[in-house]
T-cell receptor, first 118, second 107 residues
């Protein structure tokens, strides 16, 4: 596609429910990232997928959070038993599978999924 | 561990004045550093990368390994520079961001 696509763009859910957020990266981008941005806060790294390598899950805040990616395509971020502190914008980004310093490579962000837990 | 610190959450300067957005990092290896910008109602996008030693929209940033800093500077601020700015560090693979600085340029 033309850019990184995320859905839903907005989600309001009740505390305790599970939510799934979807990211469709740019075609050909083998690296995919998820970040969380709480209101008034910076970007918090969650998870990073690179090709067929094991994902870097070091940023996932609890075992209620998980993410999957099939091959080099869509990724899904799942939050189980949502809590009010999970309210945030969840940003997905993708890049070519080589260091970001390489000429012509950069990370492209989606517009984010706004999650509100009530 | 990788860590990026932007000490100023908010920065306000007048048009035409110099601007400096501070960024300090912590990383045991050789860091690759970037500045990203998010204008109102737009996606986060790359502004510049240290390896390129480039000037984008009048902004420059110099990597100072001794002070572990990568401050973003512009000699004469313009109103269209108002945005959220993030400093980022790429370590082994992942890209880690600072908390961001909201820059407001007053007319």
């Amino acid at each position: 596609g033309a850019g990184v696509s995320q859905s839903p763009s907005n989600k309001v859910t009740e505390k305790g429910k599970d939510v799934e957020l979807r990211c469709d990266p740019i075609s050909g981008h083998t690296a995919l990232y998820w970040y969380r941005q709480r209101l008034g806060q910076g970007l918090e790294f969650l998870i990073y997928f690179q090709g067929n390598s094991a994902p870097d899950k070091s940023g996932l805040p609890s075992d209620r959070f998980s993410a999957e990616r099939t091959g080099e395509s869509v990724s899904t971020l799942t939050i189980q038993r949502t809590q009010q502190e999970d309210s945030a914008v969840y940003l997905c980004a993708s890049s070519l599978d080589r260091p970001l310093i390489s000429p012509g490579n950069t990370i492209y962000f989606g517009e984010g999924s706004w999650l509100t837990v009530v | 561990a990788q860590r990026v610190t932007q000490p100023e959450k908010l920065l306000s300067v007048f048009k035409g004045a110099p601007v400096e957005l501070k960024c300090n990092y912590s990383y045991s290896g050789s860091p690759e550093l970037f500045w990203y910008v998010q204008y109102s109602r737009q996606r986060l996008q790359l502004l510049l990368r240290h390896i390129s030693r480039e000037s984008i929209k009048g902004f420059t940033a110099d990597l100072n390994k001794g002070e572990t800093s990568f401050h973003l500077k512009k000699p004469f601020a313009q109103e269209e520079d108002s945005a959220m700015y993030y400093c980022a560090l790429q370590g082994a693979q992942k890209l880690v961001f600072g908390q961001g600085t909201r820059l407001t340029i007053n007319p």
